[in-house]
């Protein structure tokens, strides 16, 4: 079985101060995927960023990264320089290997909050 | 490019009843899933469906019915609702196993 834990419930951040929210992953999968998602207060899931387990470079899609190290399973989620509208509830998700398409498994999130 | 529309995006419904809740996908996606979201908790995955005419349970598929006769559609059944099953439903496609999920706007679903 594969989990996502998420540590962080809450975070307060200055604006343009950098972010790092934490996610640590279980899975017995050689192959797998790595995804983090926002869900502002109007509900929406909007995708971020996608890590691949062999993927050699750590992914970046504008101010998000995602620090990815294999052997300790996590898969930190980075922004930089953050803004007001990135308050927001961050998840976590894994897709494994097992099946071909079990799904998104979610962490609880994280809810972050940017203070000007 | 509609993407992922899911409908209704509210409904109550009383305990006993039945109702089924639609996605559609105009996106030519493989792949759908439905999850439920509870307060405090992320996504939990309830069906899946790698392709029309095969579907799997997920993490919580009691309560819950799926077909996928189509591509585009893939409904969830709620058979006999229950005050458990109150909460907000998402469907999502995506094209291949590990590419990005793509949302609907959810379904705000309130059992009494």
């Known amino acids: 079985a594969q989990k996502i834990t998420q540590t962080q419930p809450g975070m307060f951040v200055q604006e343009k101060e950098a972010v790092t929210l934490d996610c640590t992953y279980d899975?017995?999968?050689?192959?797998?995927?790595l995804f983090w998602y926002k869900q502002p207060s109007s509900g929406e899931m909007i995708f971020l960023i996608y890590?691949?387990?062999?993927?050699?470079q750590n992914a970046t899609e504008g101010r998000y990264s995602l620090n990815f190290q294999k052997a300790r399973k996590s898969a930190n989620l980075v922004i930089s320089a953050s803004q007001l509208g990135d308050s927001a509830m961050y998840f976590c998700?894994?897709?494994?290997?097992?099946?071909?398409?079990?799904?998104?498994?979610f962490g609880k999130g994280t809810h972050l909050i940017i203070q000007p | 490019n509609a993407g992922v529309t899911q409908t209704p995006k509210f409904q109550v419904l009383k305990t006993g009843q039945s109702m089924t809740l639609q996605c559609a996908q105009d996106?030519?996606?493989?792949?759908m899933s439905w999850y439920r979201q509870d307060p405090g908790m992320g996504l939990r995955l309830i069906h899946y469906s790698v392709g029309a005419g095969i579907t799997d349970q997920g993490e919580v598929p009691n309560g819950y019915n799926v077909s996928r006769s189509t591509t585009e559609d893939f409904p969830l059944r709620l058979l006999s609702a229950a005050p458990s099953q109150t909460s907000v439903y998402f469907c999502a496609s995506n094209v291949r196993v590990n590419t990005e999920a793509f949302f609907g706007q959810g379904t705000r679903l309130t059992v009494v």
């Open positions: 899975t017995s999968d050689q192959s797998y995927g």
């Open positions: 996106m030519n996606h493989e792949y």
């Open positions: 998700a894994m897709r494994g290997s097992g099946g071909g398409a079990d799904g998104l498994t």
């Open positions: 890590q691949g387990s062999y993927d050699e």
